[in-house]
């Protein structure tokens, strides 16, 4: 990078190429003595020249760059202020004291610019001023323009003084209510609901979102008050803010009488304009609940685009389920149309209910055909054994999708032995997703039949045969099965060895048995193979497979020899110490960053003295994973 | 039998992402090219990546991180995680609207230029020129306008991605129909020879381009392209943070000529990018142009 005296040279130039890359440079290396150069660059008349300029100024940034920009709000030329003003906005707290001064310019277009700036600075600092602005400028956009700031900033300090504005022109009511939306704070509900009744309806109603949004519960009653002498378009507004305030459950503690009065404004706020009028009105209807509201909803939820809008649809389905098990369901089931069903399956599919299944059941043949999957599923989440039957006859069906469900509920849900043979069967089934769902389901259900079933499947040619027999085979319990996993330890596919030895897992800590058998994969011609043996042993509790873990240690293939060093490390083998400090010499990184990870982990003196040594490599990347390690080592003797 | 395998048996757990993973692959997807990937992105990359790391039997997005930069396969892996990261999407005869105004406008005002100098030489620039659709399709519409008079012509498109398997294939010249769906009968029938169900490009078209990989995020490499009258960079900066969005289009502005101008994707905007540009405003197109 050039040095800055230079940069200042170049940046008096007139060529607009060495322009730019001067100050791009000056930003880049913070070259303070540039920004005289830069501000003046930033009245160029060459765009791309300005651009630069802007950009080295805001990297450069501090009180030299709010001076130099300060005078070019003055300026005439609209490009530049706009500049300046940007740049102040990013940098300007950085000079307190400049923005202030500022703020009392005789300019009232320079205190709007101000009173802007300080908006941006986040800064606690800027609240009093701006609300005395807000107070006391005579004119009338700067106090506009404070309360918009105050609201950016949003500190709760700044409540007190905006409630006192909300005495000033209409034009700065606005602003205000903005910014005390913004705040959030408690001291901002007094405010706004004192002014609540000697507003206009326009500011009312802006109010009136404001409330909501805070949704603090003093305002609630007001609220009600308000409510009967208002024109519709404010009543929705609210029954909006009455739902956010006090949410669902509140909702039900209002007496039956005031209940009953709310359900009708909530009826009638189902149909405004707005949507999210609309969406507190269905959240209001699935607390306060009834039929009436359960049939308005349902209608409501039939008519959105549940692909646009899927929070809305899903909000309104929820407020159903809230309203439990109503007639309005089963009426859409028997008699609604394509949109209307579908609400009521998606509400019925979370809806634990004793009648429930019964309705779903008797609907489904005379849903169309499309429809079945959804009302399937549904069934499936909700029921038990009184469905059994009705799933039973859907295995002897060809739909897929009505074959997952069926099969996932006999065997994930039920476990029914009856199913084991007609889901056995999907096992040669052309869609890859109903044999993964029946291999599974098969596993869950068990039995000596289906024991046999697999048994007979292993002997075949086809691969894919004997993996899912000796998947469901050493799931359904190895110890009963150790011929055939045996058998497919020397299986010519890798992957079926894999499986085999994947089931072998538990019996790891076995000395006759399990862990010799384990341990010859270590040999495997199958890189695949040898990891998933390794990965075995690192998860087997047996002090008897050190040994074992130190020669994979020695694999031609780094992951195996990492898989193997971090079975090691969770294991604090103290005694593969003098190994892996010699790993952590090796040429391939990975496994040399890997060794000194596990050192640190393994920790005592002879991991610890070696690290430091190591310490005082050459190479920076094993160098600061060394030092990670010794930072990790004396964390936890601290910690001791 | 292995991908048969995984399809039916799911042995692992679905690998997650966590937080700091996304940030750790985040920046360093950063780093290497620039392209800013959003956090509501993060599921897209797990879930792209995620058969990925099985593949290499990984077990987490961190060692993947390290699988990245320390593994003997790295180098070809960064470009398979760039082939996730990006869209390679593009077409001959992209946003057609546009292209007539480049054709009726743009271009046409540089050649007159350039005829009026008496300097018959063009430059442009397709930066992140995918598989080749556009800057073959700007050597096209050059033979469009230009016809027999080409010849006279000292032209060049200098064309640029980051993804080598991308401008191995624009390098090929092959493309199904469906690169061709907005592409005129007669342009297919003039510029391209069938092969087999294919279409390759004419030789004569293929001349006028010179593809090369950049990386966009690298000041230096863009310093050293040619200037250029004209830079196409469409659906590009998207991918881009605000940060990286300037540094490129400062990049291109610096690149162009004077009077030069510039063409950005249809939903792309300079706003809050760079108000260097003269945005001229054509129905269907905004082309931005620096000053002479
Ligand atoms: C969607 S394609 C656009 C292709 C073409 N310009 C169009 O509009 O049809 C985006 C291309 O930008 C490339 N790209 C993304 N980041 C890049 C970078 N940092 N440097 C260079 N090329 C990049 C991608 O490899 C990809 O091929």
């Known amino acids: ?640 | 039998m292995t991908s048969l395998f995984s399809k039916t048996i799911s042995l692992r757990k679905d690998l997650k992402i966590s937080d700091a993973e996304f940030a750790q692959l985040r920046d360093f997807i950063y780093a290497q090219s620039g392209i800013f990937v959003a956090d509501n992105r993060k599921y897209l990359v797990e879930n792209r990546l995620a058969t990925r790391l099985k593949e290499l039997n990984l077990k987490s997005f961190s060692e993947y991180h390290a699988y990245l930069q320390y593994d003997a396969g790295r180098r070809q892996e960064l470009n398979r995680l760039f082939e996730v990261i990006t869209t390679n999407e593009t077409s001959f005869y992209r946003n057609p609207p546009q292209l007539k105004v480049f054709q009726d406008m743009v271009l046409k005002d540089v050649l007159d230029k350039q005829r009026a100098a008496r300097q018959k030489r063009l430059r442009i620039w397709s930066a992140g020129c995918s598989t080749g659709e556009e800057p073959y399709t700007i050597a096209i519409i050059l033979h469009e306008v230009l016809r027999t008079e080409l010849s006279t012509w000292d032209i060049r498109i200098t064309a640029n991605d980051l993804s080598e398997a991308v401008l191995a294939q624009a390098r090929e010249g092959v493309y199904t129909d469906y690169s061709l769906r907005t592409t005129p009968k007669e342009i297919v029938a003039r510029y391209f020879t069938p092969d087999g169900a294919n279409f390759r490009i004419k030789p004569e078209v293929k001349r006028l381009v010179a593809f090369g990989q950049i990386n966009l995020s690298d000041r230096m490499m863009l310093k050293r392209v040619e200037r250029s009258h004209i830079v196409f960079c469409r659906n590009v900066i998207i991918y881009f943070d605000d940060e990286m969005k300037k540094n490129v289009i400062a990049a291109f502005y610096d690149n162009l000529l004077p009077g030069g101008q510039l063409l950005i994707g249809h939903s792309e905007s300079l706003h809050n990018i760079s108000r260097a540009f003269r945005p001229k405003h054509y129905p269907g197109a905004i082309i931005y142009g620096k000053e002479e």
Request: net charge negative; aromatic share 4%; glycine share 8%.
């Open chain 1, 1 to 640: 990078m050039a040095d800055c005296k230079d940069l200042c040279q170049r940046l008096g130039s007139d060529d607009t190429d060495v322009l730019r890359d001067a100050a791009y440079e000056a930003g880049e290396s913070g070259c303070v003595e540039a920004v005289g150069h830069l501000a003046r660059l930033l009245c160029s008349r060459n765009l791309g020249v300005q651009e630069a300029a802007d950009r080295a100024l805001r990297k450069i940034g501090g009180k030299e760059v709010v001076a130099a920009v300060k005078p070019l709000l003055r300026s005439d030329d609209a490009p530049t202020r706009n500049a300046s003003m940007d740049i102040l906005r990013a940098v300007g707290v950085q000079d307190f004291p400049t923005l202030i001064e500022l703020l009392h310019d005789a300019d009232p277009d320079i205190r709007i610019f101000a009173s802007d700036i300080l908006g941006s600075t986040d800064s606690r600092l800027a609240v009093a001023p701006l609300c005395e602005a807000l107070l006391k400028d005579h004119e009338v956009n700067v106090r506009y323009q404070a309360a918009v700031s105050l609201g950016e900033l949003a500190f709760a300090d700044a409540s007190s003084c905006l409630g006192k504005a909300m005495e000033d022109d209409e034009w700065v009511q606005f602003a205000v209510i903005e910014a005390l939306a913004k705040i959030r704070d408690a001291s901002s509900v007094g405010a706004l609901v004192k002014a609540l009744d000697r507003s206009s309806d326009l500011v009312a109603s802006m109010i009136v979102d404001a409330l909501g949004e805070i949704g603090n519960i003093k305002a609630v009653t007001m609220l009600l008050k308000r409510m009967d002498a208002s024109p519709e378009v404010l009543r929705n507004k609210i029954v909006k803010a009455v739902v956010r305030i006090l949410g669902g459950k509140a909702l039900s503690l209002l007496s039956a009488a005031e209940r009953e009065r709310f359900r009708e404004y909530l009826l009638a706020a189902l149909a405004d304009d707005e949507e999210d009028v609309q969406d507190a009105a269905v959240s209001g209807l699935g607390s306060v609940g009834g039929e009436a509201a359960a049939t308005a909803v349902l209608a409501h939820a039939a008519r959105i685009d549940r692909d646009r809008h899927p929070e809305r649809y899903e909000h309104a389905v929820a407020a159903m389920r809230e309203m439990g098990l109503t007639e309005a369901l089963g009426r859409a089931l028997r008699e609604g149309g394509d949109a209307r069903r579908m609400v009521a399956l998606d509400v019925l599919a979370a809806l634990p209910c004793a009648a429930c299944s019964g309705l779903l059941m008797d609907a489904f043949a005379d849903l169309p055909e499309e429809m079945r999957p959804a009302a399937a599923h549904a069934l499936a989440a909700i029921a038990g054994e009184e469905a059994a039957a009705f799933f039973l006859e859907l295995l002897g069906g060809d739909d897929e999708a009505l074959l997952l469900e069926a099969v996932s509920f006999l065997g994930g849900k039920l476990r029914l032995p009856a199913a084991g043979e007609a889901v056995f069967a999907l096992l040669g089934h052309p869609s890859a997703a109903v044999t993964e769902a029946a291999l599974d389901a098969c596993v869950a259900i068990g039995g000596e039949g289906l024991d046999a079933r697999f048994r007979e499947m292993f002997a075949s040619d086809e691969p894919m045969e004997r993996l899912m027999a000796v998947y469901a085979l050493g799931k359904m319990g190895v110890r009963d099965h150790m011929d055939v996993i045996r058998s497919a330890l020397s299986d010519e596919v890798p992957d079926i060895r894999k499986i085999a030895l994947e089931a072998l897992a538990e019996m790891c800590g076995h000395e006759e048995e399990g862990l010799p058998l384990i341990v010859a994969g270590l040999s495997d011609e199958n890189r695949d193979v040898r990891l998933a043996v390794v990965e075995l042993l690192g998860g087997c509790d047996s002090d008897k497979i050190y040994p074992y873990l130190e020669q994979a240690l020695s694999d031609t293939d780094d992951w195996v020899r990492i898989r193997a060093l971090e079975a090691l490390g969770n294991r604090g083998e103290r005694d593969a110490v003098p190994r892996l400090l010699e790993l952590a010499g090796e040429p391939s990184k990975l496994v040399a960053l890997k060794a000194v990870e596990v050192l640190g982990e393994i920790g005592g003196p002879a991991a610890f003295e070696g690290l430091l040594r190591l310490g005082a490599g050459d190479d920076p990347e094993l160098v600061a994973a060394v030092e990670a390690a010794i930072a990790r080592l004396r964390d936890e003797q601290g910690e001791r």
